[in-house]
C-alpha cells in the first residue's frame, strides 16, 4: 500500500509540473483579435483620458491585437506594430482583416 501512494504522488507531482509548463505557453500564445468600432479612435500613451493622444485611426473596422489590459482600457498593437492604450468601448469583436501589398 505504501508502495502504492509513492507512485500515485510521483504522477500527481509530474502531472502538475506538466500543466504548469504548458499552462504558461498557451498564455502566451493567446492572443485576442478585435477591430475598431468607429470612424476615428483615440491611440493614447497610457490608460487614461489624461494621457497624450499618440495618433487618431481614421479606419473603422481596422484589425488590432491586444497586448495587455487595465481595467476599461486595453493596450492594442496594429498591422504596423503601432501601440498605445483604447477604452473598450472603442473597440468590436467583429472578426476583419486588412490586405495589405508590399511594394
Known amino acids: 500500500m505504501k508502495k502504492f501512494n509513492t507512485y500515485y504522488f510521483s504522477v500527481l507531482y509530474f502531472f502538475l509540473i506538466i500543466l504548469f509548463l504548458f499552462s504558461n505557453v498557451s498564455a502566451i500564445e493567446n492572443k485576442k483579435f478585435l477591430s475598431l468600432k468607429n470612424k476615428e479612435v483615440n491611440l493614447r500613451q497610457g490608460p487614461s483620458y489624461k494621457y497624450p493622444i499618440k495618433l487618431i485611426y481614421k479606419k473603422k473596422n481596422l484589425p488590432i491585437v491586444v497586448i495587455d489590459q487595465f481595467e476599461t482600457w486595453r ?10 492604450w483604447i477604452h473598450i468601448s472603442q473597440l468590436t469583436k467583429k472578426k476583419t482583416a486588412i490586405n ?4
Open 75 to 84: 493596450k492594442i498593437m496594429d498591422f504596423e506594430n503601432n501601440s498605445g
Open 100 to 103: 495589405a501589398k508590399k511594394k
